[in-house]
């Protein structure tokens, strides 16, 4: 699945003025031939699983709503909210108002205003806890919990956050771990739906919180700016070793993979993994930390047939579209990296129900072992973050036996998930985009709502946060010493 920073960016400029966008471009005409709702309405017509989790008569309602709201509401931020509560009521974890796809003016307008919380943050059981400051030195212990923000409760914040995360089907863990801000991303989605819904007042953020010790303080922090926070992150690498493997002094080694997005330079990650699967002959087993990885290249199959010790089927998931040609008179508004999008469907078979069935070719078939075998105790340290390829890695997991999963429920959802190929959908008037995936991945017999279940579940306390103690790792290593 394509990663949503690698997406593609057009070069096209936006006016901003008095709350609202222009968008210009001089290969369209001045007076765009279809209205940003108009467009909205039938790029969304694209999407395969536009109606996997909501009837056409329920979007109708919702369209309606938003195009209501639309011609009342002119200002930038009040449209992107709009979408963004539209797109995220598809339940599709790649339907969003992309952050990283924003023309400069627009994403200056809505992202870059100086409204962050200073400090780092988890939800567990329903409480903010703090995980460290975040662009101003706020004196907050880690592991507190937080419990005004400007007088509003956090639980209530997050209830009215969580319309505008996007995520698969019922997958609620998805949504709240977006909810998060772990000053990870140089965009957080809660810093930007925080910054437009709750902002704070010119003296910054009024907190009242509980310490680990349960002392209660209050303070008023400064609100932070997207300049402060971005100077406080590591670069991201793009090419080099993008892993981190260690082997402990009881000899279980731990390879923490923060992110499968390979493609951005030449390292040979297939001959580096290889070459620490083969070192595992004299190790007493292999945690593999998968937590904070939403996806990237497919780099699970490839771990996969180190695993398996014989051939396996996965669950197949057929890819459909829902159209055979683009319209002409929409095409302007569509980007995309590769033109035969607009024909995906052309070679479509109808499956019982009408959609297009396509690509057969991409649907899951035997995989075969290669290479060296991994011979001792697996575990794969999952959670809901796990929402592209690294949801597809721990279903086959979970289907093959192949390791153990420890963790929390995936992101994602086994009733299927949409990506492999996108259109980014420039609306002519504001310039605001949204990501639209054009492939929807069905499976072959029916599944449950939901993300890929552990067979350990666990997950760390307000009191772990504190303290610093891993329990998730830590059960990880007890299982592996259990299993030999």
Known sequence: MIDRRSVLRTGSAALVAGGTALYTDPLRSAQPALDDPTVVRRALALHPGLYRYQSPRQFAQRFDRFAAEWGARPALSDRFLALSRLTAAVRCGHTQCNPYNQVKTVAGALLDRPTRLPFAFAWIDGHMVVLGDSGAATGIARGSIVEQINGRRPEAMLRALLPYARADGSNDGKRVAQMEMRGTDEHETFDIFQGLLFPPDAGGHKIVWRDPAGQRRTALLPAVATSARNALLAKPKEDGVLW?????????????????????????????????????????GLIIDLRD????????TFILQHLIPAPFRPLRYFSRVAFRETPADLRPYLDTWDPGFHTLGADGVPDARGNLIVDRADTEDILHPAGSRIGVPVAVLVGPVNSSATFSFARRIRESGAAKLVGSPT???????????????????????????????????????????????????????ASGYDRVMVRAHQGIVAAR
């Open 293 to 300: 990885n939403e996806g990237g290249t497919d780099c699970g």
């Open 411 to 465: 992101g994602g959802n086994m009733r299927g998930i949409n990506g492999g190929a996108f259109f980014f959908v420039r609306l002519p008037e504001t310039g605001l985009e949204f990501d639209l995936p054009i492939k929807g991945y069905y499976p072959e017999h029916p599944q449950a709502d939901t993300g890929v279940l552990p067979h350990i579940a666990v997950s760390n306390t307000v009191q772990d946060i």
């Open 244 to 284: 981190d493997w260690r082997v402990g002094s009881d000899g279980v080694a731990v390879l923490t993979m923060p992110t499968w997005v390979t493609y951005r330079g030449n390292w040979d990650w297939q001959a580096w993994l290889a070459e620490r699967f083969a070192s595992l002959a004299g190790a007493k």
